[in-house]
């Protein structure tokens, strides 16, 4: 199968790879998927308290190029937006923009519930 | 630019075709086109002198003799004619098979339809090692069982299995013993007769000669096979499989295993070198890599490796303009799933999404291997710079005791 370019690009060159202090209160941790699954995602969110805008985005992925690439394009998208804009990613944006195929789909799904499951993080650790 | 390298370590998957091969095939395209079946004129026997010679060359590999040696598309028509064909033969004496859980699709799937013709089939479990038990072996014969199918050696692990005891089996209980020889035959000695085989299936592709030939060595005397055909019209090869024969390819196919006879044990001894370097390396350059399979009774030019914390599709795409090879990962099956073959040898998910084979072959140079070292250990290190349970590996948590999100 061959993979789209921008997918190339973000598998060779990933974004925001890195890990965030998960015992920050500012910071909220997202990790989902199960190694024997072959996918496993690790995105993290630092937010401004008063501004409510996302400052800084990281991630680590276990996973197939489409894994890797929608995990990366998610932590582009996530910086500077508000959390509720954050929470307005859809899969199928990711899917759109990286032309990945039916079977990878799941790979989008994933980095929505890792954007998901961050930002349900960083809320409960601020009684949002 | 110039052109990146190409290395290619995937010739379980299929070989080049070896230029020896190719430069006899060719004047049987157009100078000599006749049909073998033409018993009429000089094109016709042409054309029969050149597959009765290829089938003596055949046989020579086998040790067997040529009117042993039947002519089909390939391995899995191979396959699919030695199991179907030989439960309607003979279906009198019984309707029970043994397979492995570990065979190639082609023999899994000719025995799903075999159930479905109203037979029955056990799918045994292999060891750890990928090898069977043969006291399971034998616990699993009935009075019914008419046949034992087990490959020789296995595709994605290159496990040899104990074929003489097995053979002995089957010779000690009077059951057919079928071996799915694809893997095995023209890389290291395959001699049904010396082992027990009654029905052996092998092809062209796997052995340096073109797609789309293959054979099946049906035993002729101690025991007298037959298998009923499963293709009908002309009743070519001896009536077991009818259609017009491939004669260019079938020409192919005798050349490589005429080579493969002279040269197998010296391409198997350099072989075994190259891939022994390869392996070493990794477990010197590279922490948590574990080698899958019995690494004793084992193929000369295959190696399957688990990287772990590392998943295989995206491990294969930082090296794959570079280096062709395949990997149990879920992604790079059809069916999502991981590779069955490593699941059966008790290997975790984990363990079969991390796996990468690497199959050498005979053009593989000692060149191609450092520089296949070299990509492959930077490609892991990038995988595992990125990997979250690489990290939480190192941070010592136990992977197996946190609760993933399965999805």
Same mark, same amino acid.
């Given at each position: 199968m061959a993979y789209s370019e921008k997918v190339i690009d973000h598998f060779k060159?990933?974004?925001?790879v890195g890990t965030l202090? &998960? /015992? =920050?209160?500012?910071v909220g941790t997202g990790l989902v998927g199960a190694p024997e699954c072959g996918d496993v995602m690790r995105l993290q969110i630092e937010v401004d &308290? /008063? =501004?409510?805008?996302?400052?800084d985005a990281k991630f680590k992925t276990f996973g197939c190029g489409s894994a890797i690439a929608s995990s990366s394009l998610a932590t582009e998208w996530l910086k500077g937006k508000s959390i509720d804009d954050a929470l307005a990613i859809d899969n199928m944006e990711i899917v759109e923009e990286l032309a990945l195929p039916p079977v990878k789909i799941h790979c989008s799904v994933l980095a929505e519930d890792a954007i998901k499951s961050a930002i349900t993080d960083y809320k409960s650790k601020n009684g949002l | 630019m110039s052109k990146p390298i190409q290395i290619y370590l995937d010739n379980n998957a299929t070989t080049p075709c070896d230029p020896r091969v190719v430069d006899t095939m060719?004047?049987?395209?157009?100078?000599?086109?006749?049909?073998?079946?033409?018993?009429?004129h000089p094109f016709g026997w042409q054309a029969e002198e050149a597959v009765d010679y290829a089938r003596e060359q055949i046989a020579d590999l086998l040790a067997?003799?040529?009117?042993?040696i039947i002519f089909t598309s390939g391995a899995t028509e191979s396959d699919n004619l030695a199991l179907k064909g030989a439960f309607e033969m003979y279906a009198r004496k019984g309707n029970h098979i043994i397979t492995l859980k570990t065979e190639h699709k082609a023999v899994l799937d000719s025995c799903k339809k075999i159930e479905k013709m109203g037979g029955e089939v056990t799918y045994l479990d292999v060891e750890r090692d990928g090898r069977v038990d043969l006291n399971k072996l034998e616990a699993a014969i009935k009075p019914n069982t008419i046949m034992i199918s087990i490959m020789w050696?296995?595709?994605?692990?290159g496990v040899i299995q104990p074929m003489k005891e097995i053979g002995d089996l089957c010779a000690k209980h009077g059951i057919l013993f079928m071996s799915d020889a694809t893997q095995a035959v023209g890389k290291i000695k395959t001699h049904p007769k010396e082992v027990g085989v009654h029905l052996l299936a092998f092809t062209s592709h796997k052995m340096y000669g073109p797609k789309g030939v293959g054979a099946l060595y049906v035993s002729r005397?101690?025991?007298?096979v037959k298998v009923t055909s499963q293709l009908d019209g002309g009743g070519h090869e001896r009536g077991m499989r009818s259609g017009t024969l491939n004669v260019p390819g079938i020409v192919g196919f005798g050349k490589a295993a005429y080579i493969a006879n002279k040269e197998m044990e010296a391409d198997a001894a350099r072989l075994s070198v190259l891939r022994d370097k390869l392996e070493n390396a990794f477990k010197q350059n590279i922490e948590e890599v574990y080698v899958n399979g019995?690494?004793?009774?084992?193929?000369?030019h295959v190696t399957n490796i688990s990287f772990k914390h590392v998943e295989g599709e995206g491990l294969m795409m930082t090296f794959n303009q570079n280096v062709a090879v395949s990997s149990g990962?879920?992604?790079?099956?059809a069916s999502l799933e991981p590779s069955y073959v490593l699941m059966a040898l008790g290997l975790g998910d984990d363990m079969a999404v991390s796996s990468i084979r690497f199959s050498l072959g005979r053009f593989t140079t000692e060149e191609e291997i450092d520089q296949t070292i070299k990509l492959i250990t930077d490609g892991v290190n990038h995988m595992r710079e990125l990997s979250p349970i690489w990290e939480m590996f190192k941070e010592g948590i136990d992977l197996d005791a946190v609760e993933w999100a399965e999805h």
């Open positions: 060159n990933p974004r925001n202090d &998960k /015992e =920050s209160s500012s &308290k /008063e =501004s409510g805008m996302i400052k | 060719l004047p049987f395209f157009y100078e000599m086109p006749g049909n073998a079946a033409s018993r009429s067997v003799s040529s009117k042993e050696a296995n595709n994605e692990t005397k101690n025991p007298r019995n690494t004793e009774h084992r193929m000369p990962s879920a992604c790079t099956s």
